[in-house]
């Protein structure tokens, strides 16, 4: 199912408002809930793409039985890209399409992952905590790429070890707000964050249940997949 997004009249327009909104949002983020059970009830992935030279974006959000990794429903949107490109605030270009996608889900998502930042961000409020605090929805993000953090061991910085399942704290000064966590044995590790209320060792467990086979989680490839050809569809 796809829907047509619009921008809601609330939403800032400006830098300045922006960070005035993550401020105020951020201090509602709630960091001691577990989260549901890895492997258990729903999951789902969201991922955006966009068509810059159009100004569109799209976006897909797609649920998996956590058990077996099969897709339960999945939905698209598309809308106007609602805000420009500045470092850190990203989420206020995705998230008008990313909550008109998960609107059109049939029943609970479950924990919602995200392909970017939660606690691991600049100013600990990126697009999974966001998300997160918008729905009320647990919330993890995993990123291909840190962004300004650095991954460090108790000494040093260092890459998590080789296997899979190996990690690293990914650090803000002596902060842990992540990990770098391998996902495949001796692949570039991915990077974890809590977004809202989930915690970050199932956090890690859920990104470790959800990639059995690549390096991303399952979630991901495939709103990924499903937002590029929305978008595709969109602007034919």
Known sequence: MTTTERTPDDW?????????????L???????????????????GVDVAYDD?????????VVLDA???????????????????????LAFRELPAVLAALEQLPGDPGLVVCDGYGLAHPR?????????????????????????LTHAGPDAPRDPDAPR??????????????RA????????PVYVSVGHRTSLDSACAHTLALTPRFRLPETTRR??????????EATA
């Open 223 to 232: 709103a990924d997949a499903l937002c590029r050809r929305a978008l595709r």
């Open 12 to 24: 800032p327009a400006t830098e300045e408002h922006a960070r005035a909104v993550q401020d105020e």
């Open 53 to 61: 030279e159009r100004g569109v974006v799209a976006a897909a959000a």
């Open 165 to 178: 399942g190996s990690w690293a704290p990914l650090l803000a000064g002596t902060e842990e707000v992540g």
């Open 67 to 89: 058990a077996t990794l099969d897709v339960v429903a999945e939905a698209t949107a598309v809308g106007p890209v609602s805000f420009p490109y500045v470092p850190g605030l």
């Open 26 to 44: 951020r201090r509602r983020v709630v960091l001691d809930e577990t989260g549901p059970a890895p492997g258990t009830g729903r999951v789902t």
């Open 124 to 148: 600990r409020f990126g697009l999974a905590s966001h998300l997160g605090v918008l729905t009320g929805l647990p919330t993890v993000g995993v990123a291909k790429n840190p962004f300004v």
């Open 181 to 188: 966590l391998r996902t495949r044995d001796g692949v570039k």
